[in-house]
């Protein structure tokens, strides 16, 4: 099994930056594509960035030119680095891999906010 664990988030002014960590650790051999979702309140989840099987990363356009996703494979760590961030930018941000088998793995989410 994989498992996943966030770091990074906290409370920023806007106009700031943010870097969130996703640690993987157990079969990380399984991991088929990682990314990071966010969810705010009262909103479905959505995804922030990803990163393709191929290595590709995917934005949508809210955060394009703003975030950018990237791995370490040395340490079976994802970040994100938020900049220019934006109070609508505020919710909880999860960590997310889909193995090889298929399975959808999330971690426990960390919290960013943004004050305007």
């Known amino acids: 099994q994989v498992q996943l664990v966030e770091s990074g988030g906290g409370l920023v002014q806007a106009g700031g930056s943010l870097r969130l960590s996703c640690a993987a650790s157990g079969d990380t051999f399984r991991i088929r594509v990682i990314g990071w979702y966010r969810q705010a309140p009262g909103k479905q989840r959505e995804l922030a960035a990803g990163?393709?099987?191929?290595?590709?990363?995917e934005y949508p356009d809210s955060v394009k030119g703003r975030f950018t996703i990237s791995r370490d494979n040395a340490k079976n760590t994802v970040y994100l680095q938020m900049n220019s961030l934006k109070p609508e930018d505020t919710a909880m941000y999860y960590c997310?891999?889909?193995?090889?088998?298929?399975?959808?793995?999330w971690g426990q989410g960390t919290q960013v906010t943004v004050s305007s």
């Open positions: 997310n891999t889909v193995t090889w088998t298929g399975d959808i793995i």
């Open positions: 990163i393709s099987e191929m290595g590709i990363p």
